[in-house]
């Protein structure tokens, strides 16, 4: 079920840059520089900038909802389903249903 929240780069302030990535899971080179994202019945083509096995990171300047259902089609992969994790700066956050091969 899709929320009508969102999280934008004012809602939450960083006050002190990130000193070093805390991310859990290394990130894949993506095969490609673009994806299809569908969402609501309808397909766009977005800008892929990085993806882990459990989400990618994508330019999209429509506004989505955080836990909105989305399907990720990257090229030479399976369309993987998820959820939108986190709204910022006209990209998206999706987080993958299962893990990308």
């Known amino acids: 079920m899709a929320t009508r929240f969102s999280l934008t ?58 836990g909105e259902r989305v399907r990720l089609k990257i090229l030479d992969k399976s369309p993987v389903h998820g959820f939108v994790r986190w709204v910022r700066d006209e990209r998206i956050g999706v987080n993958f249903d299962t893990p990308l091969d």
């Open 9 to 66: 780069g004012d809602m939450i302030p960083r006050a002190v840059t990130r000193m070093f990535d805390q991310r859990s899971e290394q990130r894949i080179e993506p095969t490609a520089e673009h994806a299809v994202l569908n969402f609501r019945g309808t397909s766009k083509a977005v800008s892929l900038f990085n993806v882990s096995r459990s989400g990618a990171m994508i330019g999209f300047s429509e506004p989505l909802n955080i």
